[in-house]
């Protein structure tokens, strides 16, 4: 993990995510998909993860929904 001087802030977008780590082009791709969905970037993010959160508790609960049978010897 990079350290930063210690005069050095990252700055925090909506308080929560640390954008020094974002470069220009990620960022500006950020911005679009925010302005086509008219979201902000932080309401964005917390979609992007929600959904990812979602997707592996359903990954998660599948495993246990596989009915395994007996293997029968013929």
Do not use: C, S
């Not at 995510?17 to 082009?25: K, S, T």
């Amino acid at each position: 993990m990079k350290t930063l001087p210690q005069n050095v802030t990252p700055f925090l977008l909506d308080g929560l995510w640390p954008l020094d780590a974002l470069d220009q082009p990620t960022m500006a791709w950020l911005r679009r998909v925010a302005d086509q969905k008219d979201l902000t970037v932080a309401e964005l993010l917390y979609d992007a993860i929600e959904e990812q959160m979602a997707k592996h508790e359903a990954e998660k609960e599948l495993e246990m929904k596989i009915i395994r049978f007996p293997v029968r010897l013929l």
